[in-house]
């Protein structure tokens, strides 16, 4: 198989796509966002329940490409348990990963580096960083 | 390679530098000719030859230049009155595609003829440019979008469509042929129905101008459009076809030069059809690119390049129904060759992908058709297109990319 292609659809990508974690509405959120992607239909609500500055609880549901879902799955698996500031920092170094040079993944989670293959495919970014945006916007309306 | 003696595919190829191309290593294979065609070398030599000897404004100057150009542009519109077999050429006017001509109709003649509570019918099948501007049309004068349902086979349900029909029916908007389903919808019969109640019927012609031999008279509607992209000509430029009484009543949808009949800051009056309808600079290139597209597409054996595409079609069909998990969407009696298809469990865009490395182009997503995608469930799918350069190669290219997407997904 072309490599860039093995790269994109690593074994934990397609596991999280088919076996999404947190795959739920949160009734007791306290913030959420909804991510949709206009131009190819994927759509995503991210909730989090934070208790103080912290991260308690992060979930999502919606439609879209494996890229998008997996991505989500790891993002709200990521972000539990973490500050604010640190979910924030962490969704800079997500950004920073797909989109610019050499990035220091120091502290990113194994699971949020295989996405990292998103890279060699600049049209695919956008489905990676869909659910990460929401998370963010929900982070920034509980402020 | 199919070859028959009146549709040499080999030499067809011939005419498209583009598919010379390698895309990640592979042979190219365009399977998105109903996004926006390929060129063949006549309409990029066109082009080139307009800007390297005949450039300069057109209905302007007097000098040399400036007639041959006006000349090219006014012979491109004979061109396009041929291609859709208008009464006259004066009823052809350059728009900008298909989306600009939409809206172009929905305000020089919706304006003008709807009236508070009055209906535009619109089916289920249309693509996102036949659909917002007869809204926007209805909240600017207070009327009412209707949707006319598709069956499950994914055709315009008629018996419904008679239903909905009404004396406040005043425009019924319908694409002739599905950029989702292929689906070839019956023009003249929904035209002649909308005549009985006093409404006027708008095809977009967008996905039938490169497939089926047009004939607007024949078809029995008010106004046709269709975009030059997608016939093998260049973006930015399309045809917009209505009646000659029609266009004649319409007020100018723009403002500017070229549009005029007199100008005075008390009142200004009005250029006839179709210069009424072209305020501005046109795209000159584009109209000449967009003839020599025309020239070209009309002179392939229509009959010979409709069995072809067919053929395709039907191939693809069949060879895609074949694998696992793979469903086509709808199953329309008459069918242009377009397709859509989703795979259980893979999105579309995962299959687009993939087989993007495989050098095969498909189209994936809800091809700004979401009220069908709705319609069907699904959140989006995979689209195959076919056009007169196509080959049961490249077909056998999908479906061999297909097994790389089961290899990826399991």
Redesign the interface.
């Known amino acids: 198989?072309?490599s860039?292609?093995s790269e994109?659809?690593q074994s934990v990508i397609?596991d999280h796509n088919?076996s999404p974690r947190n795959f739920k509405e949160l009734p007791d959120a306290t913030a959420h966002a909804e991510g949709r992607n206009p131009?190819?239909?994927?759509?995503y609500t991210v909730w989090l329940r934070m208790e103080g500055d912290h991260i308690a609880e992060a979930s999502f549901q919606g439609?879209?490409?494996?890229?998008s879902?997996a991505s989500a799955s790891l993002m709200t698996t990521a972000v539990k348990g973490r500050t604010m500031a640190e979910a924030e920092a962490l969704f800079d170094q997500f950004h920073e990963m797909l989109t610019g040079g050499a990035t220091d993944l120091s502290g990113m989670p194994n699971g949020v580096k295989a996405l990292t293959g998103v890279k060699a495919?600049p049209?695919?970014v956008k489905?990676a960083t869909l659910s990460w945006h929401a998370m963010r916007q929900a982070l920034h309306a509980e402020k | 390679m199919t070859t028959t003696a009146a549709f040499d595919v080999a030499r067809i190829r011939a005419d498209f530098p583009i598919l010379g191309r390698a895309v990640n290593g592979r042979p190219l294979v365009y399977l998105d000719s109903a996004a926006s065609a390929q060129k063949p070398q006549v309409v990029i030599d066109a082009v080139s030859r307009h800007y390297q000897t005949s450039n300069a404004n057109v209905h302007r100057g007097v000098h040399f230049l400036s007639q041959e150009a006006s000349e090219g542009y006014e012979a491109a519109r004979v061109t396009a009155a041929a291609f859709l077999g208008a009464a006259a050429p004066g009823e052809v006017v350059f728009a900008h595609g298909t989306t600009s001509a939409i809206n172009l109709i929905a305000r020089a003649y919706g304006d003008s003829h709807l009236k508070q509570g009055d209906h535009i019918l619109v089916s289920e099948l249309e693509h996102h440019s036949n659909i917002v501007p007869w809204q926007q049309l209805a909240i600017r004068k207070g009327g009412r979008v209707i949707k006319i349902p598709v069956t499950d086979a994914g055709e315009i349900d008629l018996a419904a469509y008679e239903t909905l029909l009404s004396d406040r029916t005043r425009i019924v908007a319908v694409s002739h042929v599905s950029n989702v389903l292929g689906t070839i919808s019956p023009i003249q019969q929904m035209a002649d129905l909308a005549h009985a109640r006093g409404a006027v019927l708008v095809v977009d012609g967008a996905q039938s101008a490169p497939h089926l031999a047009v004939d607007v008279q024949a078809l029995h509607c008010d106004f046709f459009v269709c975009s030059g992209h997608k016939v093998y000509g260049p973006t930015g430029v399309g045809l917009l076809w209505g009646r000659g009484e029609l266009l004649d009543s319409m007020p100018p949808y723009e403002g500017g030069g070229g549009m005029i009949d007199l100008v005075t800051f008390e009142k200004t009056t009005y250029a006839k059809p179709p210069a009424r309808f072209e305020a501005g600079t046109p795209p000159v290139e584009g109209v000449i690119g967009l003839a020599a597209a025309l020239t070209w597409l009309m002179g392939l054996d229509a009959t010979a390049l409709q069995a072809h595409e067919n053929d395709l079609l039907e191939y693809a069909k069949g060879r895609l129904s074949e694998l696992p998990g793979v469903s086509l969407l709808g199953h329309p009696e008459h069918q242009a060759s377009v397709l859509s298809f989703v795979m259980d469990g893979v999105h579309p865009h995962d299959i687009g992908t993939i087989l993007d490395t495989e050098g095969v182009a498909i189209r994936a997503g809800h091809h700004c058709a979401q009220p069908l995608m709705q319609r069907f469930g699904v959140p989006s799918t995979a689209r195959a297109s076919f056009c007169a350069f196509n080959t049961r190669d490249e077909v056998d290219a999908l479906i061999a990319g297909m097994g790389k997407v089961r290899e990826v997904f399991g």
């Open positions: 198989m072309n860039d292609l994109l659809y397609l088919k131009l190819c239909g994927d759509a439609n879209g490409c494996a890229i879902k495919f049209m695919r489905c």
